[in-house]
């Protein structure tokens, strides 16, 4: 059973970076379309970024293209979301997610999830 482990939430000003992890156990990093979300109190999961089987595509919503980044380490068998010029809107609950199926951005084109990483941006 593949299970996925987030860490490096927390509490951040406006302008600064994290950078979220997420551990792949029961599976390969190498197998899977590796993707983020968040979810805002009271409103839906979105789609923030994704990356291919391969680590040679990306994919971005576009309030965060050109500041946040996805990345995969195969050796680590762990993936990655850099965040940079955190903003207030940004702050959510961030879930890494693993699909097999598509490069695509729906909550439904994701099989497996972890239990999520509070972010949170002070103005």
């Known amino acids: 059973q593949v299970q996925l482990v987030e860490s490096g939430g927390g509490l951040v000003q406006a302008g600064d970076s994290l950078r979220l992890s997420c551990a792949v156990s029961?599976?390969?990093?190498?197998?899977?379309?590796m993707a983020w979300f968040r979810q805002a109190p009271g409103k839906e999961r979105e789609f923030v970024g994704n990356i291919s089987w391969s680590g040679s595509m990306t994919n971005y919503r576009d309030s965060v293209k050109g500041r946040f980044t996805v990345s995969k380490d195969k050796a680590e068998n762990t993936a990655y979301l850099q965040m940079n010029n955190l903003r207030p809107e940004d702050t959510a609950v961030y879930y890494c997610?693993?699909?097999?199926?598509?490069?695509?951005?729906?909550?439904?084109?994701?099989?497996?999830w972890g239990q999520g990483t509070q972010v949170t941006v002070s103005a």
């Open positions: 997610a693993a699909g097999s199926r598509s490069f695509r951005t729906g909550v439904a084109d994701y099989d497996y």
């Open positions: 029961g599976g390969s990093v190498s197998s899977y379309v």
